[in-house]
Nanobody
């Protein structure tokens, strides 16, 4: 199966920066979209940023101008650079990948997989 390994979470002061990474591994043909989602305490999960294989990006209004998503298609890895962090950015961040499975699976279309989540805590 396809698995995602996340890293980069931790504790940072307000105004600081932190970088997250997520690498996809396993059996699949290709990745078509990768993204980051987060869930803050007592809140619903929300999309933070996504990026397609073609490089098209999408950001939540709350992080525009502060966060940057990028990917290395050859390494099947997605990154999230978070700058000017605020206490409200505190959440568990989850990596999500949409991918095309190998033909032998008999599956047409694409599947998605979620990472385990990494905690980002921003102190004031």
């Amino acid at each position: 199966q396809v698995q995602l390994v996340e890293s980069g979470g931790g504790l940072v002061q307000s105004g600081g920066s932190l970088g997250l990474s997520c690498a996809a591994s396993g059996s699949f043909r290709s990745v078509i979209i990768m993204g980051w989602y987060r869930r803050a305490p007592g809140k619903q999960r929300e999309m933070v940023a996504t990026i397609t294989s073609g490089g098209n990006t999408n950001y939540a209004d709350s992080v525009k101008g502060r966060f940057t998503i990028s990917r290395d298609n050859a390494k099947n890895t997605v990154y999230l650079q978070m700058n000017t962090l605020k206490p409200e950015d505190t959440a568990v961040y989850y990596c999500n990948v949409g991918y095309i499975p190998k033909a032998e699976t008999g599956i047409v279309g694409y599947l998605e997989v979620w990472g385990q989540g990494t905690l980002v805590t921003v102190s004031s």
